[in-house]
């Protein structure tokens, strides 16, 4: 089934959960609702629900109107952060809990139910749980238990609200892929809501980017990894840099020394001295040996790099990640830490240490004019 999402707006009073926002969303596809807290996602997902009313606009499934179609007509599954199982029924009798509310006349027989309901179990891995009570499983079965519920009445559309927000790390990770192998098997048209960018980019085909009540972009999790659309996408996908600086015919400027570092930005080839600011990723920044005995000279960019100092190196597994400080913050363009990204290899083999002045150059970055 697909969805059309038409103007959506809805307040909450003086706060604006939503404005005039609109989506498309494929039949079979798996889209992700990714912003901060309060960006208006979950209000979102609610008004495709059928659990909140929007004060304007419509949502379509399949091309057909349901602004006015009660929540119970509309076939959707419905999964919430914290489970919501009934904790004094056993998992076979939460998961058969939607087909036996079904109106006499559309209601299964038991045998069905029973065979079905062991399939849904067998599905999500959990068959041999049937008869065990919610208090009895772990954080990670009771959230398939609950997907196990959600696809019982066959729904047409599968909301899923911060599903794994409520578990540890290394279950979040795994009960990722197994919802991406799951959709893939099931092919039922999925949302589902998450302020966790890994979470997003990795189970998505899609995924829209919210931010203060409207959409900031809508693409691929490579498109908008590659390509963010704004610096609020930017920002918020990921570790990132930023630069002060100005933009003059195509080139950035960073900081206000007159030798500092300068940027490519063919994009902005039209812009005269204009105030701009740069992305850049960790992993896109270069880290060297300062080469001078004075870091201070040609007002702290010599080189063509900033100088910083290392503060602090945290060595994990494969990756040195470098909290660094420029020496100069008003020729860096940037009054924060700044994080670069190395191999452990890499930092073991240039023999860095803590207190050291080294000098940062930007591979790669994306220049916004303001």
Known sequence: MSIAIRNVSKDFGTFHALRDVSLDIDSGELVALLGPSGCGKTTLLRIIAGLETADHGNILFSGEDTTDVH??????????????????????????????????????????IKEKVHALLGLVQLDWLSDRYPAQLSGGQRQRIALARALAVEPKVLLLDEPFGALDAKVRKELRR????????????????????????EVADRVVLMNSGKVEQVGSPQEVWDHPASPFVYGFLGDVNLFHGRAHEGEMHIGESPSGVRLASPEHSTAQDAKAFAYVRP???????????????????????????????IVVGPIARLELLPLDRAAAGSDEIIEAQMTAQQFHEMGLQEGETLLLTPRKARVFVA
């Open 283 to 313: 992993h896109d920044l270069d880290v060297q040996r300062y080469p001078s005995t004075d870091p201070h000279i040609a007002g702290g960019a010599a080189s063509g790099g900033i100088p910083a100092k290392l503060q602090r190196a």
């Open 178 to 201: 197994w919802l991406r192998r799951l959709h893939d098997d099931l092919h039922v048209t999925s949302i589902f809501v998450t302020h966790d960018q890994e979470e997003a980019l």
């Open 71 to 112: 929540v119970r007509e509309r076939q959707v599954g419905f999964v919430f952060q914290h489970y919501a199982l009934f904790r004094h029924m056993t998992v076979f009798d939460n998961v058969a809990f939607g087909l036996r509310m079904k109106p006499r006349a559309t209601r299964p027989s038991d045998a069905i």
